[in-house]
């Protein structure tokens, strides 16, 4: 299985390193020809008004719409999450999203830079803690009733599930860790 990393901005070698060592074969997806050849798509962290601007000027965002609507499989993580959010509360006004998972985020809801901060909490199906970083992180304000939540810090939703949509608000390729990516990967296999 190609699993596409959208490579535009943001953390995406770090992705694809995590996913090359579960033995997935990751590619760095930047034109919409890039895109046709993959099975399932990771949206990484990075500057999500940015990435929204670059999905437009690559030529990605109506096909990569398209895809997703046709059931692609994505994992979005921080940035990833706000583009794929129902609604971000305090987005910019010609930011869009794709609507791919019933949630509302607010960017940065966690703070500032200096307000980020790492984390271990339970997930769902996983054998022991999760280590999250949470870099600006978003935080889910909604959650809609076809949503699985899967870890949660405190109360706030920071891992969630709707269809073949897997969203976080932390960065998993930043902590050592792929069972994250390696339950993407079952759930992307799975469809």
Not at 49 to 70: E, F, I, K, Q, Y
Not at 79 to 95: K, W
Not at 97 to 106: E, G, H, L
Request: hydrophobic share 45%; with cysteine.
């Amino acid at each position: 299985m190609k699993v596409g990393v959208l490579a535009l901005q943001g953390a995406f070698a770090r992705h694809c390193e995590v996913l090359t060592a579960l033995g997935a074969a990751p590619m760095e997806v930047r034109t919409p020809v890039d895109l046709e050849a993959v099975d399932a798509m990771v949206m990484p962290g990075g500057e999500s008004t940015t990435m929204s601007m670059l999905l437009d000027s690559s030529g990605l965002r109506t096909p990569l719409a398209g895809r997703m609507a046709d059931g692609l499989p994505v994992l979005g993580t921080c940035a990833g999450m706000i583009l794929l959010a129902v609604r971000v509360t305090d987005g910019r006004p010609d930011q869009r999203s794709f609507a791919a998972i019933d949630i509302d985020v607010r960017r940065n809801g966690y703070g500032r830079q200096v307000d980020s901060f790492e984390d271990e909490f339970p997930v769902a199906g996983l054998d022991g803690p999760f280590h999250g970083v949470f870099i600006r992180a978003p935080v889910v304000e909604r959650v809609g009733p076809t949503v699985e939540v899967l870890a949660r810090v405190d109360t706030i939703p920071v891992l969630c599930r709707e269809g073949s949509v897997l969203v976080s608000s932390f960065h998993p390729e930043m902590s050592g860790d792929g069972r994250i990516h390696e339950r993407f990967l079952d759930l992307a296999f799975s469809v």
